[in-house]
């Protein structure tokens, strides 16, 4: 069985007769390379795309994700999903351009994704904002987007601030993407594990941000838009699983967690 999408921008570039050996015969900056997978910069036209193809990746990755009780990665198809999903939800996310797979073994599936190059952009990991306005505009786009991801059925399973680029802009409203969706899970209903591992993730990849208590209320008062009494009360088990998690996160480098963060997080 084979599903195919083209859109009409890169059609001109691809064979749909035999899509694969098309998809495969791209070349271009190697970004990620492994045994069966590979992610590359390419040109076509006037615009850069980022190409993911995907081979099978065999009985041995799939039974080794399963005994380690880690959902395999299969191919394009959750990238692929996810992105609609976000589209349609409001998130700002990649475009997508093409979407292929091949194949009913999941040991031997072959897919591939083609998403439109963001450009010039920097990651939330890496930037620092100039003012306190456009810091708490930050937080407030970010809680916002992971309260729209969440609702509707997604966790993202890499929630970092590294996943969200920004493009360096002066203006007021921050512009962020959200990337790298390849083991994204969607389901009607986010069960709360996967939503405290993504909370917790997102929350320990800050830890370096100079956070206040101020920040973290209002974070919540975004993604919980039932108001902070009730985040407080009702969610407080919710939100001391999300701070438990990033502090176990952050222990798995580091021998202790710093004054500053252990304060930070005992007054969340």
């Not at 040109?43 to 799939?62: M, N, P, Q, S, T």
């Not at 009913?104 to 920097?122: E, F, H, Q």
């Not at 921050?174 to 390849?182: A, G, S, V």
Request: hydrophobic share 45%; aromatic share 10%.
């Amino acid at each position: 069985m084979t599903e195919i999408f083209v859109a009409s921008e890169v059609a001109p570039y691809f064979d749909t007769a035999d899509i694969f050996a098309a998809v495969d015969s791209l070349d271009g900056e190697v970004y990620r390379q492994v045994e069966n997978r590979r992610t590359i910069r390419v040109r076509l036209g006037e615009r850069d795309y980022f190409a993911k193809i995907h081979h099978g990746v065999g009985w041995g990755e799939i039974f080794k994700n399963l005994f380690q009780f880690r959902l395999p990665v299969l191919g394009a198809r959750n990238e692929w999903l996810a992105i609609q999903c976000l589209t349609a939800a409001d998130v700002r996310t990649m475009t997508a351009v093409l979407f292929c797979e091949n194949g009913l073994n999941p040991a031997a599936r072959r897919s591939a994704i083609l998403t439109r190059s963001l450009g010039d952009r920097v990651s939330l990991e890496d930037y620092v904002p100039g003012s306190l306005q456009m810091k708490r505009r930050l937080i407030h786009e970010v809680a916002d987007m992971s309260r729209k991801m969440h609702a509707a059925g997604v966790n993202h399973r890499d929630f970092y601030l590294c996943h969200f680029l920004m493009g360096q802009t002066d203006g007021d409203q921050p512009e962020l993407y959200l990337i790298d969706l390849h083991r994204a899970q969607i389901r009607p209903s986010v069960p709360e594990r996967w939503l405290v591992k993504d909370l917790g993730g997102l929350l320990f990849s800050a830890f370096d941000k100079s956070l206040t208590r101020r920040d973290l209320l209002r974070f919540i008062r975004v993604y919980r838009p039932g108001g902070l009494r009730e985040a407080l009360t009702t969610d407080r088990q919710f939100w001391l699983k999300v701070v438990a998690r990033a502090r176990r996160l952050y222990l798995q480098d580091h021998e202790a967690v710093p004054v500053q963060i252990d304060r930070l997080l005992a007054t969340a």
